[in-house]
């Protein structure tokens, strides 16, 4: 029997092979479109899952209090790991991970005819129990002894194989890290997933962090890039642990920083919540997870809308078969199942169609995302795309199946059905205007995020971004008596303006922020301000406006101090001047010195955040950038001249460099990517709209046809017809865009909050939408519209 209702299915399908194709394809680019979101929502929220005791597995985060509320970060003072061991000896696991950014990796080599081989690298000390809390697999070596001895270092097979060409030999071998410590490679870990928070590359033994043993001990630094983790007992609830902590800081930590406090935060919120922050990429927010799978959703169900729309369309050729089905003896039951068969049909192969586009459109997905997804077998694929196939078939076939098969069987035959023609046309109109408001809410949505885009690119940030590069100085003890010779000969080259040194560039986040005593306050200031180390030239390379006093003179150490508008107001002072002279005592007199200068307010981050109190000070000892301000008609050349400047200078010592703009560029990758989604789903969407109101248009014209050889008898012309077809669905079309308009301002209105600085919402954009969305759908329906026009009036009143 099912065999039976299959085969007629089928044969009815390639006798309208237009009607087919058009259905196919709406659906499969809608269910492409879902099947994309489904495979990049299941890589998102797959992050760090698999490993054993995941589930119980904490960061312990930092939660300071200040006068604007609690400021959390990722960071934990160095001392924190030991303490909760001793305090805490239920806590079986405690370890501590600390990053450091672009580290040089040299392979010794004892051929000194032939040069080493140098690698930059993001690199992590470890220490041993991080490999008990986190299952990274070994390849070779002991995970739990692999890191406990100094200079002992962890590589991944990829590493191994980059430094070692074959990963099976790098055991025992050698490599020197930043020019100084040489380490021995005692473990190999296999290849890390891309779906971890962790881009572990080389994992150093913690018992080899130098040059920062002064805060090993310092209860009162936090650093952002230390992370401290423990794994929980299953009897100690987090709530009670989060309690024992406050006590656990009181003892600790100096009672001047009693507003600093922890907390714990599940691994399995991690990648999501971006106050805190993780390693080496951006969150990826809960609230965009619901964003794009209710797109995915939106688009699904506009693609099924299409289908009702041209299925239903195509019930005036049909009638005279149902008629005849019913007068043969078919009951209402045996008709709706044989319409549901055609939608399987129809379905099944818009599925297997929307894997191919899939497939082809995944390569181009996975360049703008930066991801590894790919389509494979799993059962979670194949329960997706079962559940496609039963809820399309469902929500696509039973409507216009039920149309269908409730005709009159004598009605039907002489194609007179005047109520079931005026109730399906209304229910069409609704489907239409949601398929449309639908779409013209995603055109507002990326209107908005692209104009926000471009206010970030190209806002002004309170100094001048523009043909700056940073170059990485070495750490080596010769860093500090190179410096002036290096800058005097990068002077001297013509198509270099400034030259400036400094720990940060302005929006590098520093890191380095305290609060500090005021004049002769007992009290610290009650705020945090933000340092950036940097001599005296720095405000000329940028371009950074005095508007009072000057800048401090060149000096290896603090000698004075230059602050921005932000803490001038937050100091509570109205005229810049006064602040002038006033001393400002860091870490309890470690650094004092007077205010000199007052900047204009600059953003020391990115548009996202607001700007914050800045001090700028000169403090040799930590400087690490070389900031060079070059002429860009002179680019290519002078960046060849500034590489030979840098090889006689630190030969042994990788050249590399960044634009500024470039940086600036990666602080909002995650929108600009999210921002070319959207697009591509607005045009998905229009696409799929514009498929169901050719359905709509196709089945009116049937409908009216009549109408319209009368109404040409009478003289009406061709452009008359046309806009009598055409008027009903430009007034649809505008109610669907009074429906979208409120939704989407709210949301993007909404969205635009997560910014400091963003755009206003203007009317443009939504005049755009509108004007957009008609002359789409008056190239869609045009067709139509001219041929009913052009049909010979006779010929329309001869049908029956």
């Known amino acids: 029997m099912l065999s039976n209702y299959l085969k007629t299915a089928w044969k009815n399908l390639r006798s309208n092979k237009v009607y087919f194709a058009i259905n196919t394809v709406g659906l499969a680019v809608g269910i492409a479109a ?64 600390y990053e450091r950014e672009g580290k040089q990796i040299t392979l010794p080599n004892d051929k000194a005819e032939v040069p080493p081989k140098k690698f930059k690298e993001n690199v992590f000390f470890a220490e041993p129990e991080f490999f008990d809390i986190f299952n990274f697999p070994f390849l070779e070596g002991n995970s739990k002894t692999a890191l406990s001895a100094p200079n002992s270092v962890v590589l991944t097979q990829e590493t191994a194989n980059k430094y070692f060409g074959d990963w099976q030999i790098a055991m025992g071998k050698f490599i020197k890290y930043d020019n100084g410590q040489l380490c021995k490679v005692t473990g190999i870990l296999k290849n890390i997933p891309a779906n971890t928070d962790f881009p572990l590359q080389a994992v150093f033994s913690f018992k080899s962090v130098s040059g920062q ?158 991801t590894p997804l790919e389509i494979r077998p799993t059962f979670s694929l194949m329960v997706f795309l079962f559940t496609m196939l039963i809820v399309v078939t469902l929500l696509s076939g039973c409507y216009p199946a039920i149309v269908l098969s409730g005709f009159n069987p004598i009605t039907a035959l002489k194609n007179k059905f005047t109520s079931h023609t005026a109730s399906g046309l209304s229910v069409r109109k609704v489907l239409v205007v949601f398929q449309f408001a ?11 995020v692209v104009s926000q885009m471009d206010f970030f690119q190209n806002a002004f940030m309170g100094f001048d971004k523009e043909a700056v590069i940073t170059v990485p100085m070495p750490h080596d003890t010769a860093r500090a008596s190179k410096m002036d010779a290096l800058k005097m000969e990068l002077l001297q080259q013509s198509g270099i303006k400034n030259v400036s040194f400094s720990a940060f560039s302005p929006i590098d986040k520093a890191g380095w922020d305290d609060e500090f005593k005021f004049e002769n306050a007992v009290k610290k200031s009650g705020f945090r301000t933000e340092f950036k180390w940097a001599d005296a030239d720095y405000f000329k390379t940028y371009g950074i406006q005095f508007i009072a006093g000057m800048p401090y ?48 307010d600059f ?86 709209s514009c498929l169901g109101l050719y359905g709509f248009v196709s089945f009116m014209v049937v409908h009216r046809t009549k109408e319209v050889g009368i109404r040409k008898i009478l003289g009406a012309s061709a452009g008359n017809i046309i806009y009598l077809i055409s008027k009903e669905f430009t007034l649809l079309i505008g109610v669907a865009f009074l429906i979208a308009a409120p939704i989407a301002y709210y949301l993007m209105h909404r969205w635009l909050q997560n910014f400091a600085y963003r755009i206003n919402i203007g009317v443009g954009i939504f005049l755009s939408t509108i004007l957009i969305s008609e002359i789409v759908a008056w190239l869609t329906v045009g067709y139509q519209a001219l041929k009913a026009a052009l049909v010979n009036p006779v010929k329309s009143l001869k049908r029956e």
Not at 438 to 448: M, Y
Not at 661 to 679: H, P, R, T, V, W
């Open 438 to 448: 639908t779409a013209q809410l995603l055109i507002i949505g990326t209107l908005i």
């Open 603 to 688: 953003n020391g981050n990115s548009l996202k955040k607001e700007r914050t109190p800045i001090v700028l000070g000169s403090y040799q000892l930590v400087y690490r950038l070389i900031n060079i301000k070059i002429q860009p008609q002179r680019m290519k050349e002078t960046l060849e001249a500034i590489e030979k400047i840098w090889n006689r200078a630190h030969p042994d010592f990788i050249f590399e460099y960044q634009f500024l703009d470039d940086k600036i560029a990666s602080f909002y990758q995650q929108e600009n990517q999210l921002s070319q989604l959207y697009k591509i789903f607005a045009g998905i969407a229009i696409f799929i």
């Open 34 to 97: 879902c099947l994309l979101i489904f495979l990049l929502i299941q890589y998102e929220t797959s992050f760090d899952n698999f490993h054993k005791n995941g589930e119980r597995i904490y960061r312990v985060v930092s939660a300071v209090k200040t006068s604007e509320g609690m400021n959390y970060s990722k960071a934990s003072a160095f001392p924190v790991a030991d303490a909760l061991r001793s305090e805490y000896p239920q806590l079986k696991h405690v370890a501590r991970i």
């Open 553 to 600: 003179r060149e000096a290896d150490t603090v000698n004075g101090f230059v602050v921005n508008e932000m803490m001038v107001k937050k100091l509570g002072f109205r005229n810049p001047e006064d602040i002038i002279g006033k001393k400002i005592n860091f870490w309890d007199g470690r650094m004092v010195a007077s205010v000199v200068g007052v900047v204009k």
């Open 213 to 370: 043993e002064d805060v090993l001990t310092d209860w009162a630094g936090l650093d952002g890039s230390l992370n401290t983790f423990l794994v929980l007992p299953e009897n100690i609830p987090v709530q009670q642990f989060d309690n024992d902590l406050k006590d656990f800081v009181k003892k600790y930590t100096p009672v001047e920083y009693a507003n600093q406090g922890y907390v714990l935060q599940p691994l399995s919120s991690m990648h999501y919540e971006s106050e805190f922050g993780i390693y080496g990429r951006t969150t990826f927010s809960k609230e965009l997870i619901t964003a794009l799978s209710l797109i995915g959703l939106f688009l699904l169900i506009i693609a099924c809308i299409n289908f009702v729309n041209l299925a239903t369309a195509q019930s005036v050729s049909r009638s005279k078969e149902v008629g005849i089905r019913k007068v043969l003896g078919s009951s209402k039951n045996q008709l709706v199942i044989q319409f549901l068969s055609e939608t399987f049909i129809i379905t099944l192969l818009s599925i297997l169609m929307a894997i191919v586009f899939a497939f082809l459109a995944l390569p181009l997905l996975n360049q703008l995302l930066q």
